[in-house]
């Protein structure tokens, strides 16, 4: 295992040394698919926009500014292709009546005021196995909206600050704000659902 | 298990006042619960268990992926894949662009004729590189795979280039005709850019094949004349056996007159015995012409015609026969060695005609660009020979007696300068090579 922190492998990259993005690659696999996986609601699209992230790492590896951390603005960089890579789809599936984004839009102007300290949030039974756990989480989160999607992610899993949000995606401060308020009611709320029909089945 | 449907995820969820606060503090304290100020901290811990969630582990190199049932990668296979895509990205053409430095200097580099040495002090060190690195262009790819073409699959090779040179260049002929006459009607449809665009392709396309292309053209001239004079050797010994072994004659001449009078006066014309083998059909006006000469007429207007037209058309000298009869001209089968009948035109001749001071008895024909020229034996044998000397003491341009005067005057050694002919000289023997119109 290369014992380099990520940005002297960018640099070694940078020089020439083709390995050194392998190692890059190899290091981030795991952390990057979770996150992918996660946002695109599915394996196959996560495979191509991990690809495709790192293709533009290649391409930008020159304008990377050495003095920033490496994984912020890999995981930036991934979350601008998986937006893309969704929106494609999105515009694909525009008349299915079954695609979260526009059972959304037909959603009247109510609003739920989430408690969290109302939701329970026990764990879901032993007998659950992480496979279907794994599923249920994905099922909540497929059910949110992409840009609520990003948000949380980049947020929870990147522990990326507001502003460093706002600067990845290109939205206001504000924005990231109540977005990432309305990704968390929303999780929390889906999951309350999800995990009472586990237990009461 | 789980109906999606039923319980679809409103965007106006809102968390309570505290619970945003919360979570704002969290993601401040990078999701740290001891970092968050303890009237929060209890709020935080709850949306700590309820984010914890996400941490269920992501199953990776299994087919039984959560949401699709497309077979997936393992961790190598993906590396492999992402290497590979940028492996393909980095050769794609599309991709690569030269830095503003290296087009500034490159387009400089192309007006000074590829030249780096006429590009501005300040470009030319990043031009001089790019020249050498352009200079990779002209490697022969047989010297350097050691692996030469056989000579058949290269004349096949060329035959065929040029074939496909030639019918490309109708065709874009054609079309510019075509296009020429569209613009009239229309708007031109190419922007300027796009103009340039073709202009700098064809350019550099140009300046790369062009050096190839005139060699290959000029060795293809080369075999196609070669190729001429074997057939007139047919002719010549067809015309010798029906004519009890004569030479092709328009009719007895005794000279006095120059015989490079072409056209006006047959009687006259050393060119007019040649002409012969069209008049009485044993030759065309095809084979008596060299692709190497511009102003060869490859058709004939007339039937009765007894001479070409004009000096510039003739092709070839043939041997001069003033001062011989027909019959005497039998002689040339038998010499103890073979007389020069027929060479791509004489050079000393066409300086001489035009008027030259002095002449250059060792210039090449013209019409391979002064490389050599072919001839046709009087044993019927065709070769390229590459000076005008056919042996020794003997050169295919001049009459015997003149090439002994000048080696006299130990001029031949010395450059070879002479005085011109005047055009009424005739060959010493039969033995004696002299070729002219």
Redesign the interface.
Do not use: G, W
């Given at each position: 295992m290369d014992q380099r922190t990520d940005n002297e492998l960018l640099q070694a990259y940078r020089a020439g040394e083709s390995r050194a993005l392998e190692e890059l690659i190899r290091r981030h696999h795991d952390d990057l698919m979770r996150f992918l996986i996660r946002l695109t609601g599915d394996r196959a699209s996560a495979e191509d926009v991990f690809q495709d992230t790192f293709l533009q790492v290649h391409i930008s590896a020159d304008a990377f500014d050495a003095s920033r951390r490496f994984k912020p603005w890999l995981f930036t960089i991934a979350a601008n292709k998986a937006r893309d890579l969704l929106r494609r789809n999105a515009r694909r599936r525009a008349f299915d009546l079954d695609s979260p984004v526009s059972r959304s839009s037909s959603s009247g102007d109510a609003t739920t005021f989430m408690d969290l300290m109302q939701v329970r949030v026990d764990q879901p039974a032993d007998a659950v196995s992480s496979a279907e756990r794994d599923s249920m989480v994905q099922s909540v989160i497929s059910n949110l909206p992409v840009s609520l999607r990003e948000v949380l992610l980049l947020a929870y899993f990147q522990k990326m600050s507001y502003n460093q949000i706002a600067d990845a995606l290109d939205i206001p401060l504000g924005t990231v704000k109540s977005r990432l308020h309305a990704a968390v009611a929303a999780f929390a709320r889906k999951w309350q659902v999800i995990s009472k029909g586990q237990t009461s089945s | 298990?789980?109906?999606?449907?039923s319980?679809?995820?409103?965007?106006?969820?809102?968390?309570?006042y505290?619970?945003?606060e919360a979570?704002?503090r969290l993601?401040?304290a990078?999701?740290d619960l001891n970092q968050v100020e303890s009237s929060f901290r209890a709020?935080a811990e709850?949306?700590m268990?309820?984010?914890g969630?996400?941490d269920?582990?992501?199953?990776?190199a299994s087919s039984?992926?959560?949401?699709?049932g497309?077979s997936?990668?393992t961790?190598d296979e993906?590396?492999d894949?992402?290497?590979n895509?940028?492996r393909e990205?980095d050769i794609n053409p599309e991709h690569v662009q030269l830095s503003p430095a290296d087009e500034d200097a490159l387009e400089a580099l192309v007006q000074a004729n590829m030249d780096p040495a006429r590009v501005t002090s300040g470009m030319r060190d990043r031009a001089a590189h790019q020249a050498r690195f352009l200079s990779l262009l002209d490697t022969a790819p047989n010297s350097r795979t050691g692996d030469p073409l056989s000579e058949s699959s290269r004349e096949q090779l060329v035959t065929r280039t040029l074939a496909t040179i030639t019918q490309s260049i109708e065709s874009q002929q054609d079309r510019l005709r075509y296009l020429a006459a569209d613009r009239r009607r229309e708007r031109p449809r190419l922007r300027v850019g796009d103009l340039i665009s073709i202009a700098a392709v064809l350019l550099i396309a140009g300046a790369v094949i062009w050096p190839v292309i005139s060699t290959v053209r000029e060795s293809g001239r080369q075999a196609a004349c070669l190729a001429n004079l074997n057939a007139i050797a047919g002719a010549f010994s067809r015309y010798a056996n029906d004519n009890r072994e004569a030479v092709p004659m328009a009719s007895a001449s005794l000279g006095g007159t120059p015989w490079w009078n072409v056209g006006s006066r047959p009687e006259e014309s050393n060119s007019a015995n040649l002409y012969t083998l069209k008049r009485v059909k044993y030759a065309s006006m095809d084979q008596l012409a060299c692709s190497g000469n511009p102003d060869a007429v490859r058709s004939c207007n007339g039937e009765a015609k007894r001479d070409w037209d004009q000096f510039p058309h003739v092709s070839f000298s043939f041997m001069n026969l003033f001062g011989r009869t027909g019959a005497a001209t039998g002689a040339v089968w038998h010499t103890a060695r073979p007389v020069v009948l027929l060479a791509d035109r004489s050079s000393v001749v066409v300086n001489a005609r035009r008027g030259a001071r002095f002449i250059d008895v060792m210039e090449n024909s013209p019409n391979h660009h002064g490389l050599g020229q072919n001839i046709l034996l009087s044993d019927l044998s065709a070769r390229w020979l590459k000076t005008p000397m056919i042996t020794s003491d003997d050169n295919i341009w001049l009459p015997q007696s003149l090439e002994n005067a000048i080696r006299q005057a130990q001029q031949m050694h010395r450059g070879g300068k002479a005085q011109p002919l005047r055009g009424v000289e005739t060959p010493d023997d039969p033995a004696d090579g002299f070729v002219c119109p």
């Open positions: - | 298990m789980i109906d999606d449907r319980n679809p995820i409103e965007p106006t969820d809102k968390l309570a505290e619970d945003a979570l704002d993601v401040a990078d999701f709020r709850r949306l268990h309820v984010l969630m996400l269920a582990p992501v199953a990776f039984e992926s959560p949401a699709s497309a997936t990668l961790r993906l590396v894949r992402c290497v895509r940028i990205f």
